[in-house]
């Protein structure tokens, strides 16, 4: 049976040109590598996670969804607190996280195609933020676009109107499901 199988795959393979194979293998690589989209995780043993009880501030992290096709930076992104992985957000997702009050680099990792042969590339976008106890922020993590240099994402502050408007059609995730956006109230 697997002979069958695997008869069945190179005969496949025999039928197309060196250059469709080599796409193939590369889009079957990537797919190994990084994964395909999907929804978001979270790094419970964050060292600014704040479990229980306590003082604490209230992040949301939006990722909203674009307006076009955007290739590789379509995939989901990684958002680290002071160079540790916090989560993984994929497009129309938000979730929620209780953090340890103070400043904080957020660094947005993400996959573009880049330069005059769309090479795939690495991008980060690192912006210093402060939380207080006891607030909650809103953090929507938007694409820019560089051109030829690729796409890379970058966290921006919102209020909570925006907020609420920017998750009308987007999926809660994990904590958010308790405590959506659209519940919230100002004041």
């Given at each position: 049976m697997h002979s069958a199988w695997f008869n069945s795959v190179v005969g496949a393979l025999e039928m197309l040109r060196k250059r469709e194979i080599v796409a193939l293998?590369?889009?079957?690589?990537?797919?190994?590598?990084?994964?395909?989209p999907k929804f978001s995780e979270f790094?419970?043993?964050?060292?600014?996670?704040?479990?229980?009880?306590?003082?604490?501030a209230v992040i949301y992290f939006l990722r909203p969804d674009t307006e076009r096709y955007m290739g590789a930076a379509?995939?989901?992104?990684a958002v680290e607190l002071n160079k540790e992985l916090l989560l993984y957000l994929v497009k129309s997702e938000y979730t929620v996280v209780h953090l340890k009050p103070g400043e904080v680099d957020v660094t947005i990792k993400s996959l573009t195609n880049a330069g005059p042969f769309r090479e795939f590339k690495?991008?980060?976008?690192?912006?210093?933020?402060?939380?207080?106890?006891?607030?909650?922020?809103?953090?929507?993590?938007e694409p820019v676009d560089g051109e030829f240099r690729g796409v890379y994402f970058q966290p921006h502050m919102i209020d909570l109107a925006s907020a609420q408007q920017k998750s009308r059609h987007m999926r809660a995730i994990g904590p958010a499901n308790r405590k959506p956006i659209a519940q919230m109230s100002g004041g």
């Open positions: 293998l590369l889009v079957l690589s990537l797919a190994g590598c990084t994964g395909w790094n419970q043993g964050h060292s600014w996670v704040q479990g229980g009880s306590g003082d604490y379509d995939n989901r992104i690495q991008m980060k976008h690192t912006k210093r933020f402060e939380f207080a106890a006891g607030s909650t922020y809103y953090l929507s993590i």
